[in-house]
C-alpha cells in the first residue's frame, strides 16, 4: 500500500510504503458503526437522577374516598400518572451504558476506517511536524500553508509541549499521539495526517 507523502506545501512529494494489513482492509460499514456507537456509549456518565414513587415526598393519604365522587380512582398524590408523581422507571446514578467490544475488533475496525479514509484520499503522510514555538499562529500558518486550515487531524509520533499549547484554541484541529487516536475523532475529521514514525506505532498496535 503506498500513502502520498506531503512537504511543507501540502503537494505530494512521494510515497510512502504502509501495511495493507492495516491500510489495505475492506470497509466493513456495520463493524465500523458499532465500534463508534460503542466508545461514544462508553463516553457517557451515569448522572442522571430522577425520583421514583417512594422519594416523592407527599402524602400517603387518600386523595378522596374511592366510590361515589365520580372521579378516578387514586390512591395518593405520588402516583406517576399525577402531575409531580414520581418517575415509573426512573434514572439512576448507577446506570451503566458500557458496550463491550473485543480486542479484535477493535482493531479491525479502525484498520477499516484508516483504509476508507485512504481510498477516499483523506489520509495523507509527513516527514515529521512540529513548529518553532508554542503559538497558535504559527501553527495555523503551518496548516493553511499546506491547504489544511480546517477539520485536521494530526497523529504524530509524540505530542511536545509546542504543538499542545498551539493547537488548543484551533478549532477543527487535534493533535494526538498513535495511541490515542480514537475511532470517532478518525471518522469526525475531514482530513487525517500522519507522521512516518506514527505509521509504525500504528502498525505495532493494531497487528
Known amino acids: 500500500m503506498e500513502l502520498k507523502l506531503?512537504?511543507?506545501?501540502?503537494?505530494?512529494?512521494?510515497?510512502?510504503?504502509?501495511?495493507?494489513?492495516?491500510f489495505g482492509r475492506d470497509y466493513n460499514e456495520a463493524l465500523i458503526h458499532q465500534l463508534v456507537v460503542a466508545y461514544q456509549a462508553n463516553a457517557r456518565s451515569s448522572n442522571s437522577k430522577q425520583k421514583g414513587r417512594s422519594?416523592?415526598?407527599?402524602?400517603?393519604?387518600?386523595?378522596?374516598?374511592q366510590k361515589g365522587t365520580g372521579r378516578a380512582r387514586a390512591g395518593m398524590a405520588s402516583s406517576p400518572l399525577w402531575r409531580g408523581g414520581g418517575k415509573i422507571f426512573p434514572n439512576s446514578p448507577d446506570q451503566n451504558y458500557t458496550h463491550k467490544v473485543n480486542k479484535k475488533m477493535y482493531r479491525a475496525g479502525v484498520c477499516s476506517i484508516l483504509s476508507q479514509l485512504v481510498r477516499e484520499g483523506r489520509l495523507s503522510v509527513v516527514d515529521s511536524f512540529s513548529i518553532e514555538a508554542p503559538k497558535t499562529k504559527l501553527l495555523?500558518?503551518?496548516?493553511?500553508?499546506?491547504?489544511?486550515?480546517?477539520?485536521v487531524l494530526i497523529i504524530a509520533d509524540a505530542v511536545d509541549e509546542n504543538l499542545m499549547l498551539a493547537s488548543r484554541n484551533l478549532i477543527g484541529v487535534l493533535i494526538v499521539e498513535p495511541r490515542h487516536a480514537d475511532p470517532v475523532s478518525l471518522v469526525?475529521?475531514?482530513?487525517?495526517?500522519?507522521?512516518?514514525?506514527?505509521?509504525?506505532?500504528?502498525?505495532?498496535?493494531?497487528?
Not at 506531503?6 to 492495516?22: C, F, I, K, R
Open 6 to 22: 506531503l512537504n511543507e506545501q501540502g503537494q505530494a512529494a512521494s510515497n510512502v510504503t504502509a501495511p495493507d494489513t492495516v
Open 140 to 151: 495555523a500558518q503551518k496548516l493553511k500553508g499546506m491547504g489544511l486550515d480546517s477539520s
Open 188 to 207: 469526525q475529521y475531514k482530513n487525517v495526517i500522519l507522521t512516518k514514525s506514527a505509521i509504525t506505532k500504528i502498525e505495532e498496535m493494531l497487528a
Open 55 to 65: 422519594e416523592i415526598a407527599k402524602s400517603t393519604k387518600k386523595p378522596w374516598r
